[in-house]
């Protein structure tokens, strides 16, 4: 078809409401937001509008729902640096963790909670993306 314009979509029927889980919002706000991914692509294969699957993508960054765990783990580097001389620490507190990502270190003291942990790589994956 010569001077077409392009795809042309048309729905009949009552539009009806979907209730999604929020894990399935979390895997399709995971494919939007991965590397190359077009938002707009993504929200049409599933269905929905860009601003919706936006505002979905608001969300998880605000810790409403969580995306899905990759199914394989992500390693990274490990970097052993000097120690530096300090007293002999309590016997009860677990030795301090630090994770490099991209240019961003992120110390993690020994004992401290998960909740932590991970609210503190959640904002750090934000500030990146």
Known sequence: MKGGRGRVEIRTGVG???NWSDEKKGEIVAEAVAPGAVVSEVARRHDLTPQH????????K??????PVEAAPAFVPVVV?????????PRDRSAPIVIMIG?????????AEARTVEAVLRAVRRVLA
Do not use: T
Not at 53 to 60: E, G, K, P, T, V
Not at 62 to 67: Q, S
Not at 103 to 111: F, N, T
């Open 103 to 111: 240019d961003v270190r992120v110390r993690v003291p020994g004992g």
């Open 53 to 60: 699957l936006f505002s979905w993508i608001r969300a998880a």
């Open 16 to 18: 009806q409401r979907r």
């Open 81 to 89: 640096e000097a120690a530096e001389p300090q007293q002999a620490a």
């Open 62 to 67: 605000d810790g409403k729902f969580a995306l």
